[in-house]
Each structure stands twice: as structure tokens, then as C-alpha cells.
């Protein structure tokens, strides 16, 4: 439920590079720390998220402990074909998530 | 005779004057003068944006870049999304929070019509959950407690914080009140004494704010995630070494009621970023 928040512009141009955002829920959860009874709390962190425009991998970010909770990326592609951008990213805990957004290119 | 009287008389006198003096200290207190004397005038109030960073302000003010709009995000599908026996969702009843929970936030703490408690904003919503819409409550500082909470205090950015202390709600706010000029905790101190005598002034790195609770739940960094104002306060009282009151404790409720009073006009800011 709401895991992710995609922002790219409504429209963008051919040939033009155009920002992508995507911030992410996710506690990042170190594996340093402790409980309140001293127990230790299991390392649960994003490992690899990747970001496919029109199913051609154009980002792939390997997360590791030292990202803060709640990541926020901001990246620029370059405009193509109309269609889709979409994430993909598993963590720790063996959970998978997917998150997409439309894309529609002018000219 | 008359000189047993005499001295009786002088020692009245001096216990008197030890009574004059034991109540003449109180009332030289701003606190002691009326409990609605504001110690902060009402246009010397400031949010604790203002004690913050550019850096804090620019991430608030970035309603894609603030972390707490991933809440609200969850809070909007909370709001419509069914649940309880009735399946009935926030929304059957209060259709578009938009318009329907503007402001609403702002009037919270306040006396429930229905049940004649105190309740803020998160028992209201649980009293609507277990009670008109048969699901169970959530837990406190939950995720979706946390969730649906940003959600509805954001309908109320931007409306100025007035909350009713007359009636019922009385009682709460002189205890609310009393609980905030009192000494507490291994460092004797009281919500007044960094608040109301010493902001502005740093402690440590961080620079000390009024302490206003116009913009709750709030995204603070230090907790990476999100919390409520009870958190906040529980925070504080660990900060002093006092007794850890639980969230939703009736303290902590009196306290709320009478920061909300304190913080009239200020304008909501959920969801808000701190430090």
C-alpha cells in the first residue's frame, strides 16, 4: 500500500532528457542497531532496484545500509517512444515490489 | 494576662506575615497570575519551522521530495478503501476529505459529543473505526494510524490552530496546563523552562523551538520515518529523565489541549519535516 512515489513530467519532448523521481517507504534497516532489549534487529535494506523505460534496463542501484530510510532518487533519461517507466526492487526480507508510470513522448 | 496576650498576639502576627510572603511568590509568576495569562504573545508565536534548517524548509515545502507525503499518500487509500463489518470506508460517510476535513485537525483536541471525553485526533478517528465502521482500531504510532492521521492533518495545512477550552474541556486544559510549568524527571525540569524561557537558544547542535504542535504527525529525521505528537513529548520527557508516559495516556492528552490552545492561529503544516 503505497509504497512509491513516481514523478515525471505529463509530457516530454523526443530527444530531450526529462527528471524521474521515485521515493520509496521503506525503513532501510540497518542491522546495527538493537532493540529495546538489547536484541539485535534484523538487517532489512532495499538490495538492488532496477528502472526499466520500455522494458530496456536504463538504471540499476545496488542499496546497501548506508541509504538513508525512505530513499529518494532523482535520475534523467532521455525521451524515446511513449510507454512505460518501471521499477522494480527486492529486499532483505524477500519482499518484492513493482511500481510503474505511463510516459508520453511529443514529436 | 495581658502579656500572654501580647505575645500571642506578635506571633499571630509573624505567622501572618510568613503567609503573606508564601502566597506572594506564586503570584509574582507569569504562570500563577491567570491560566489564560499567553506567555508567548499570540504574535511572537513561531512554528518550529522557523528553528529549523534551509535545508529542513526546502524539503517540507517539497510536497514530492517530503518523506511524509509517502503517508499521506497511504493515508488517501486508507480513506477509501473499505473495512469492517459494514465494509463502509472513511469516505462513505465523510466523502472527499478534501473538502469534508478541512480544518478539522485544527479544532483537535475537543470534547466528543458522543462519548463526553477528550479525545484528539487520533482517538476521534479510532472512536469512527471501531464505532461506526466495525474494524479494528489502530494501533498506536502504527503505520496506518500514522497514515491516515497525515492524511487528515493535511486537509487542515494552512488553517489556523483554535481549540475550544471551555466546558468539559476545562478541567483538561487547567491539568494540561499544570502538567507544563511543573518540575519533572532527573534534570527537575519543566516543559516552560526550555520552551518559554530559553528558545531561540541552542542545546547542543539543535537551536530550541516554542515547542508548538501546529504540525503533527511530523517527519523528524532523527527517527528516519514518522511520529506522532505524544511521541514528540515522550521524546522530551526521555530528553529530562521523567517518567515515559504511554501515547494516548490521558497526560499526555491534558498536554496536547493545552499546547493547542497555546499555539492559537498558528497554521497547520502536516506534514510537516523536523530535525
New interface residues.
Partial sequence: ??D??I?IAPQVKRGDSFEV?I???H??ETGYRVDDVGKPIKRNVIRALVCKYNGTEALRVDMSSGF???P?LQFWLVAGNSGEISFEWDDDAGTRYAERAAVTVAG | MARGAAVSLAVARIGAALLAVACAVPATLAYAQSSTTRVIPLDQLKSGLAYTGEDVRALQADD??N?G???V??G???WNTPAGADGKSCASCHGDAKSSMKGVAARYPAIDAKSKQLLNIEARINASRSGDQKAPAFAPESEDML?ITAYVNMQSRGVPVGVSIDGAAREHFERGRAFYYTRRGQMNMSCATCHEQNFGKRLFAETISQGQPNDFPIYRLEW??MGSLHRRLRACLYGVRAELLPVGSPELLDVELFLAWRAQGLKGEAPAVRR
Fill in positions: 500500500m503505497a512509491a512515489r514523478q523521481k521515493a520509496i517507504r525503513a532501510m538513508a530510510a525512505n529518494l | 514530492f521530495a518523506p507525503m509517502l503517508w499518500e497511504r488517501e487509500k486508507i497514515a528516519q520515518t
